[in-house]
């Protein structure tokens, strides 16, 4: 083995806690088949860890840190992202010199994924799941206007209409606006006034009680530091 390369450690990727919309994003990319054989097109993703909504999508022919810098940049103008920390895939488009220069610019903490390891970013890998074993998914696309129309009318879907079970079954714009709350509520009063008017049915069993997530964590106990803005580093 004198030949061989040294052995490279790679750290685990940060613990990274969520307990309101806007502070952990994660994003990736995933290939959406043409009809012609062996030719794909490129969905570039992002997720709000907290609320599970898609907070910015683009679909390209190719992959391309350039154009993932576009997406933020835009992204940029519609919000404030200063403070938001972004988690990514260890692939080249998510570590481009043009991407994380802005990223800096705007405030944008980040941190990366273990290479060829998909626990280390699951939210956006479960969005991914959900995306392509939807029924109506069409398996593949027959130009990127199609694969345009159709990722956007299934992203509105999944963000005002989708009752996501790890948000309590209400969509993710509900849990971004708080609405989860008061839908909570009214569904833990409706399980209160049954067990009232039919006591027997329920027996000795506790009734199940609503109550909204308020903190969600990405890769825990992973207590790594992750990398982050020179002039956010605590000095000695």
């Known amino acids: 083995r004198s030949n061989s390369k040294p052995k490279k450690k790679v750290n685990n990727p940060p613990e990274l806690t969520a307990t309101a919309p806007n502070q952990v994003w994660c994003w990736d990319i995933t290939w959406l088949p043409l009809r012609i054989k062996g030719m794909f097109l490129f969905a570039y993703v992002i ?6 909504s898609i907070v910015g999508w683009e679909i390209h022919d190719c992959e391309d840190a350039s154009l993932a810098r576009d997406l933020f940049l835009r992204l940029a103008k519609k919000m404030n992202l200063k403070g938001v920390h972004l988690h990514a895939d260890n692939g080249n488009p998510m570590k481009g010199l043009s991407l994380l220069s802005l990223l800096y610019v705007l405030g944008v903490r980040y941190s990366f994924s273990r290479p060829r390891v998909s626990n280390d970013n699951p939210f956006i890998e479960s969005f991914f799941k959900t995306m392509k074993y939807k029924i109506g998914y069409p398996g593949s696309f027959r130009n990127i206007d199609h694969a345009r129309e159709w990722l956007a009318c299934f992203i509105h879907w999944y963000n005002h209409h989708h009752l996501h079970s790890a948000i309590g079954y209400v969509t993710p714009s509900q849990k971004r606006n708080g609405e989860d709350v008061k839908l909570f509520e009214i569904r833990n009063q409706t399980i209160q006034k049954a067990r009232e008017k039919n006591p027997l049915r329920w027996g000795s069993r ?7 997530c308020d903190t969600v ?7 790594v530091r ?11």
């Open 217 to 223: 964590v990405l890769n825990p106990g992973k207590k």
């Open 226 to 236: 992750a990398e982050q803005n020179p002039n956010e580093r605590k000095t000695a």
């Open 47 to 52: 997720i709000d860890i907290f609320d599970r």
């Open 206 to 212: 506790k009734g199940r009680s609503w109550n909204p």
